[in-house]
């Protein structure tokens, strides 16, 4: 069985939505609250999106205090799995540094809710390696996505294939219409869409879902 353990702060609001769609691409989960340190058993981390914290002070700045983001880091730097941050949880990841950028207020200052189409740019990660198409169909829903970062650090993450999505049509100021970039070692990706939102028919055309199987059986070949 592939384990996905799904870090709950207080006021994390798509822990749930999660968990249903990955259980739909075939892992096992739990929930676990932002105080637990037992993290290494599992295959995945998934950091669901919501307003940890009440988003007080900056999106993801407080949550970054909570005692799992010190074990978070450490499941990075032994490589121990992977680490999907969606929303919110791509701007944890910002702002615990465990991802370059920042993720700041949309352009337009307002909160933005609708579908858009992403583009994929590095399939040969875990991720997105067994992703079937070039575009996704994933939704938004942030008020703090417009992806900031210096032009020689986007320069540096383009050269070394860390794009790991891009809008078709920039929602939100993005730089370089960014939507999610990974970690050096390609371990982690955070990004703003949620495919989890996507996951099956009934909720568009199950694109995000396309996501979530293509880290299971990445886990599941590399277990091989
Ligand atoms: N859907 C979410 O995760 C919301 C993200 C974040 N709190 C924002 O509005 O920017």
């Not at 900056?58 to 999907?84: D, H, T, W």
């Not at 609708?114 to 590095?122: L, P, R």
Request: charged letters at 25%; one cysteine or more; proline letters at 4%.
């Amino acid at each position: 069985m592939i384990n996905a353990g799904i870090i709950v702060f207080p006021g994390s609001n798509c822990d749930r939505d999660a968990e249903f769609a990955l259980r739909k691409a075939g892992f096992n989960t739990e929930y676990v609250w932002h105080d637990f340190k037992e993290i290494g058993k599992y295959d995945l981390i998934f950091i669901p999106g919501g307003f940890s914290y009440g988003d007080y002070l900056r999106a993801g700045a407080l949550a970054k205090f909570s005692p799992v983001m010190n074990e978070i880091e450490k499941y990075v730097s032994k490589k121990q799995g992977f680490v999907l941050g969606i929303c919110n949880g791509f701007q944890i990841l910002t702002e615990s540094g465990i991802l370059p950028g920042a993720l700041t207020k949309n352009t337009s200052l307002k909160f933005i809710c609708k579908d858009v189409d992403v583009k994929v740019i590095n399939k040969t990660c875990s991720f997105t390696k067994f992703v079937s198409k070039e575009v996704l169909r994933i939704p938004i829903a942030h008020a703090e996505g417009n992806y900031y970062i210096s032009e020689s650090e986007y320069i540096k993450l383009k050269q070394e294939h860390r794009i790991a999505f891009e809008y078709v049509e920039n929602p939100n100021g993005s730089v370089g219409n960014i939507a999610g970039v990974y970690n050096e070692n390609f371990a982690v990706l955070g990004m703003m869409p949620h495919p989890e939102r996507n996951s099956v028919r009934t909720l568009g055309n199950g694109d995000g879902l396309e996501i979530l199987l293509s880290i299971r059986r990445s886990i599941e070949d590399g277990k091989k």
